[in-house]
């Protein structure tokens, strides 16, 4: 009978300690409200009927089970490639190791398709668009427009076309695009109007959103998990691994190679530039402790993970434009496969709970309010991860409520219209349940 009282008590308090675990509470969850599309042209988004974020996270000893549809809380699209997909409802399920495990063995490498889940429940792909050179036609093979690659989709090329720099025109204002109505990440999942160097006009139109936009003075947000079950966060973190030395931009060990010709591959040139295709660019090894490793991680001290843990960054350069691998790869830190299930097959718990913003944490939000003065639009935008809804209302001078607006938990922007408002000064609140911030704005007609 002691044993078995033993055996319980042990249990459960597994069962506490995995509860805590930033692989089950960092998932942004929602059961009630539809994401939104974009149609080209029209900068008004358009409800798509599917439920945003992530609907359902339980949890056993070993994993963490997030339930998705796999749509973000900001609008998606418009493509301009003429790439007819929309993002779609994926109805997954993907279970993630509570306890990862480094490979010792050989690396396992990334493949086409889903490598990881941000915690929005949006996917995560490597490098690759399924697109690659065939020394055999001298041209290029795979995907949408090219006849296949010898060996099929999943074949390994000498000169594989990397998706960021060939697909630029066909990503959405968040850096993201649907294949066959997956809808996914290749890269840092940040608006591109709000990168240094904006190097896409497509935030002019449609709304500068994202899963987080980047704020150099703090360490990044835990946004995701890769397939291997080590967190994934964003461009900025502590700049010595044990989590001294201030925060700084961490750094990509990947770098371009001194070539002009590529053997059984086009020659360098406008067309097939330097960074064309991953095999481009070569890893060097590096003694700063903000530089990644070979992977695209190291072992460090983060917010979420105190005691130290192996996290993948989503580095960008000096502008903040994505820098290759991007995320994850060319291969895993840890034992990989695919996480997708169909069903779940253990007796889980539920996780109800949320996070939500502390007091510091709000206290230390990078609110930005532009244009101020204004004149017919203004944006609120919030730098970070939300990771709980925010309420934005609009104060005239006397305390009147004049208009109100949410930024959704996993986005970073709202919008008034003040194409009806008088000019003065007013104020912008943005709250949550217990706690607000305000800012002064002034509105003038010209």
């Known amino acids: 009978?002691?044993?078995?009282?033993?055996?319980?008590?042990?249990?459960?308090?597994?069962i506490m300690v995995v509860a805590q675990s930033p692989a089950v509470t960092s998932w942004l969850q929602n059961t009630t409200e539809t994401g939104s599309y974009y149609m080209q042209g029209n900068s008004t988004s358009i409800d798509n009927g599917i439920l945003y974020n992530c609907q359902k996270v339980e949890y056993s000893a070993d994993f963490v089970y997030v339930s998705t549809k796999g749509i973000p809380a900001y609008p998606t699209g418009p493509f301009l490639d003429g790439n007819p997909s929309q993002a779609t409802d994926q109805d997954a399920i993907f279970k993630i190791p509570l306890a990862p495990q480094e490979n010792t063995g050989t690396p396992i490498s990334t493949t086409g398709g889903n490598i990881g889940v941000f915690i929005n429940g949006v996917a995560l792909f490597d490098y690759r668009d399924g697109v690659a050179w065939n020394p055999n036609t001298n041209a290029l093979c795979g995907g949408p427009g090219n006849p296949p690659c010898p060996g099929g989709p999943m074949a390994q090329n000498d000169w594989n076309r990397d998706a960021v720099p060939a697909e630029m025109d066909g990503f959405d204002c968040s850096k993201a695009h649907p294949a066959m109505g997956n809808y996914h990440h290749h890269q840092n999942p940040s608006a591109f109007k709000l990168d240094l160097d904006i190097i896409s006009d497509i935030c002019n139109l449609y709304d500068a959103e994202g899963l987080y936009a980047i704020d150099p003075n703090q360490h990044s947000p835990l946004i995701g998990f890769a397939y291997d079950g080590f967190p994934i966060y964003g461009?900025?973190?502590?700049?010595?691994?044990?989590?001294?030395?201030?925060?700084?931009?961490?750094?990509?060990?990947?770098?371009?190679?001194?070539?002009?010709?590529?053997?059984?591959?086009?020659?360098?040139?406008?067309?097939?530039?330097?960074?064309?295709?991953?095999?481009?660019?070569?890893?060097?090894?590096?003694?700063?402790?903000?530089?990644?490793?070979?992977?695209?991680?190291?072992?460090?001290?983060?917010?979420?993970?105190?005691?130290?843990?192996?996290?993948?960054?989503?580095?960008?350069?000096?502008?903040?434009?994505?820098?290759?691998?991007?995320?994850?790869?060319?291969?895993?830190?840890?034992?990989?496969?695919?996480?997708?299930?169909?069903?779940?097959?253990?007796?889980?718990?539920?996780?109800?709970?949320?996070?939500?913003?502390?007091e510091t944490r709000f206290g230390n939000l990078n609110i930005s309010?532009?244009?101020?003065?204004?004149?017919?639009?203004?944006?609120?935008?919030?730098?970070?991860l939300v990771n709980e809804k925010l309420e934005v209302e609009l104060f005239d001078i006397s305390g009147k409520l004049v208009s109100s607006s949410q930024i959704r938990e996993g986005s970073t922007i709202a919008y008034f219209d003040l194409q009806t408002i008088y000019e003065g000064i007013y104020l912008v609140k943005i709250s949550n349940e217990k706690l607000s911030i305000s800012e002064k704005v002034v509105i003038m007609r010209e």
């Open 1 to 14: 009978m002691k044993k078995i009282i033993l055996f319980n008590y042990l249990f459960s308090l597994t």
């Open 369 to 384: 309010i532009f244009p101020n003065p204004a004149t017919d639009l203004i944006a609120i935008q919030v730098a970070g």
């Open 235 to 358: 461009a900025y973190g502590y700049k010595n691994a044990d989590g001294s030395n201030g925060i700084t931009r961490i750094k990509s060990s990947y770098q371009l190679k001194n070539i002009s010709t590529r053997a059984n591959g086009p020659d360098v040139d406008a067309t097939y530039h330097l960074g064309y295709f991953r095999e481009d660019y070569e890893y060097i090894v590096s003694t700063g402790e903000d530089h990644l490793d070979e992977h695209n991680g190291r072992l460090c001290v983060t917010p979420e993970y105190p005691d130290g843990t192996y996290a993948y960054f989503a580095t960008v350069d000096e502008n903040w434009n994505s820098t290759y691998p991007y995320v994850v790869g060319p291969t895993f830190y840890g034992v990989s496969e695919n996480r997708k299930v169909n069903i779940i097959s253990e007796i889980t718990t539920v996780y109800n709970g949320t996070s939500g913003l502390s």
